[in-house]
């Protein structure tokens, strides 16, 4: 009956539905940490469970992070009396910096003004990875037109991009 409880427990109070076996493969590493606290006084490594259990290391990391409650990025983790410090001033994004966002849209911009087959010659190029004479002969124009057209598209970027 015990066991019923806590399998209903966690099923019922997670804010996130995660599947049946990975719930039981939870309450299973649950079980065993416990036991293994118990008898040693000190909680066990996730290799020791995995062991015991045998699954992956892997897989019991998984079915505990699976029932762990989330927190709200807004949770205060440490506070001096003044001004708390929240999870979301210990999250750091290097890649979408609003200056990474401007340049984006301003990029977007100017391309969008591009005709379309400066366009297919750029996405071709840099997208596809494709070498100008690859270029050359699906667009059907010779290598060098490739070459020019490719240079104009990118210094109509540069001023538009500048100009903005």
Avoid: H
């Amino acid at each position: 009956m015990i066991a019923g409880e806590i399998r209903r427990y966690l099923r019922d109070n997670s804010s996130i539905r995660v599947s049946r076996s990975m719930r039981d493969t939870a309450y299973r590493v649950l079980q065993v940490k416990e036991r293994l606290t118990a008898e040693r006084q000190k909680e066990p490594d996730i290799g020791e469970i995995a062991k015991i259990l045998k699954i992956s290391r892997q897989d019991v990391y998984f079915a505990l992070d699976a029932i762990s409650e989330p927190i709200s990025i807004y949770e205060p983790v440490f506070s001096d009396g003044g001004e708390s410090i929240c999870v979301m001033d210990q999250i750091g994004d290097e890649k979408n910096t609003d200056d990474a966002w401007i340049e984006q849209i301003a990029l977007s911009a100017a391309v969008a003004a591009l005709d379309g087959r400066e366009k297919r010659i750029l996405a071709l190029r840099f997208y596809d990875g494709k070498t100008q004479m690859e270029v050359a002969a699906e667009v059907g124009i010779s290598q060098a037109q490739v070459s020019r057209l490719e240079k104009n598209a990118i210094e109509q970027i540069k001023r538009s991009i500048d100009a903005g």
